[in-house]
């Protein structure tokens, strides 16, 4: 999606080439030190050297220490894009809230919106007020950017999270999910109220698996094992699931995935979904069936958040409700853990504030339906970003995506520059693929010099995915042995 006229374009603009590629790393990767720039980036130490010395020139760095304390000797120092290079907003609209939050694009957070205690709740549902609710999260944003010092000119992008499944073309993949929002597309409606500023849109779960993922820790912790597989479930007014595997959302070939809640339990109930299906998860534990049972015997509950009280204070009637829907949510993620064995499996949204009473059920529920091997590898635990998962998960999208998602400064892609010719075919190919986080998680692509071909990663692997893989002598070049310039390995579609 393009930016106006007014807004600063990504990578900023005057930068060389090699300085973009190292504010791209930067962007996607976080924090680095020196040598791991030098894999992500593809590019070479006294390269990279130059490279941040443009940077540090246009203000654009900034200098920490690795605060971890594994390790010996002297902590290694750390480079992070600073705050002026450009800001990323996350908007997390629920069926009952709005959440903005606010972070750099060196992946520090620095702001959210509303408090605590002052949180925005739109009544009844987002379903009746899709206008409203758009003002007021245009509104929100500007208000946390007025808070916090900064513009809609530092605004890369917003990532918006939407309760419904999202297809890669951005659209609402299921209208009678949000009947309201029939017909309007959420992504360019936030835009236009924001002046023009790009929109990321995904699904509210999968955020909230992306938001964990990067701002709960889950990346630092597990960046070296391959394969690493992390579930979140977000049990709200409804349920949904998003996945990352080897640090990508995992959206399906219709960009919907992970939609747990309508996994079917029962195909005899006569009750109909949302969706139009029969038994699903969602009728027997999700807020809104769990609030309509509370209230059979507790007419003046006022809302979830409520029942969740109630429960915790040790009201018997509320404890065996949640504690029901706990072996009915655990009975499908037993399934999800048969299919996938996931290293990890996340619990938000805000029936995840019941904390064990909702967490047992599920793990004693996973431990009987699921193959032995499988229940025994996952772990399971609450969200560490609470109910701001899908919001930082939103502004974590904007962090991970492929820069084309965003814009292409227009000198990258003259048609003699072979090279950039070669970075933005891989560019705009890999959303398709990996659908809209792009590639989240994953190294800036590296090309052959002389052909612009896409090649492997830093870890060897092919970047297009389908390719044989072969290598080509560089024409002019003596191989040598061990010799980097003299065979490099290159895509051939």
């Not at 977000?234 to 959302?249: H, M, N, P, Q, V």
């Not at 290293?343 to 599920?362: C, F, H, T």
């Amino acid at each position: 999606m393009a930016a106006s006229a007014q807004l600063r374009s990504w990578p900023p603009r005057g930068l060389s080439k090699t300085g973009g590629r190292l504010a791209e790393a930067l962007r996607m990767h976080g924090p680095s030190t020196r040598a791991r720039l030098g894999e992500t980036s593809g590019l070479s130490r006294p390269t990279v050297t130059t490279a941040l010395a443009e940077l540090t020139e246009r203000g654009f760095i900034e200098a920490t220490t690795d605060a971890s304390p594994e390790g010996l000797g002297r902590p290694a120092e750390l480079v992070r894009l600073s705050r002026n290079a450009g800001l990323a907003v996350g908007v997390d609209i629920g069926r009952r809230h709005v959440q903005v939050v606010l972070a750099d694009l060196g992946h520090q957070e620095i702001g959210k919106i509303p408090a605590e205690a002052d949180a925005y709740r739109h009544p009844p549902s987002a379903d009746a007020h899709p206008d409203e609710v758009l003002d007021k999260a245009a509104l929100l944003v500007l208000d946390l950017l007025g808070r916090s010092g900064g513009t809609l000119e530092q605004v890369a992008a917003i990532g918006l999270g939407i309760p419904a499944p999202i297809t890669h073309s951005g659209e609402i993949g299921s209208p009678t999910l949000l009947p309201g929002w029939a017909g309007i597309n959420p992504a360019p409606a936030l835009s236009s109220r924001l002046a023009g500023v790009p929109v990321l849109i995904d699904n509210d779960a999968n955020l909230g698996a992306l938001g964990e993922y990067l701002f709960g820790g889950f990346r630092d912790e597990h960046c070296t094992a391959e394969g690493y597989e992390l579930a979140y479930v977000k049990i709200a007014t409804g349920i949904g699931a998003g996945i990352i595997r080897d640090g990508r959302i995992c959206q399906g070939a219709g960009g919907t995935a992970g939609e747990l809640g309508h996994t079917t339990l029962d195909f005899n109930d006569l009750k109909i979904c949302l969706c139009g299906n029969h038994g699903c998860l969602e009728l027997y534990a999700g807020g809104e069936a769990l609030l309509r049972k509370a209230r059979t015997g507790l007419p003046e509950l006022a809302d979830i958040l409520d029942l969740i009280d109630r429960a915790k204070a040790g009201d018997p009637y509320c404890v065996s409700l949640i504690k029901d829907a706990g072996d009915q949510i655990g009975t499908a993620l037993g399934t999800l853990v048969n299919l996938n064995s996931p290293d990890q499996i996340v619990i938000g949204g805000e029936l995840s504030d019941s904390g064990a009473i909702l967490l047992d059920p599920i793990r004693e529920r996973i431990s009987r339906t699921a193959m032995p091997p499988a229940a025994r590898a996952v772990t399971i635990s609450e969200a560490r970003l609470k109910k701001w998962s899908s919001a930082w998960g939103a502004a974590a999208l904007v962090l991970t995506s492929a820069p084309t998602r965003l814009w292409m400064r227009p000198e990258y892609a003259e048609a003699g520059n072979r090279q950039a010719q070669g970075l933005l075919g891989w560019l705009e190919f890999a959303p398709a693929r990996g659908g809209l986080a792009g590639v989240a998680g994953q190294v800036v692509v590296s090309w052959h010099r002389s052909s612009g071909r896409r090649t492997r990663d830093s870890s060897g692997r092919c970047r297009c995915g389908g390719c044989t893989r072969r290598s080509r002598r560089r024409p002019g070049r003596s191989p040598g042995r061990g010799s980097r310039r003299g065979r490099r390995s290159t895509c051939w579609p």
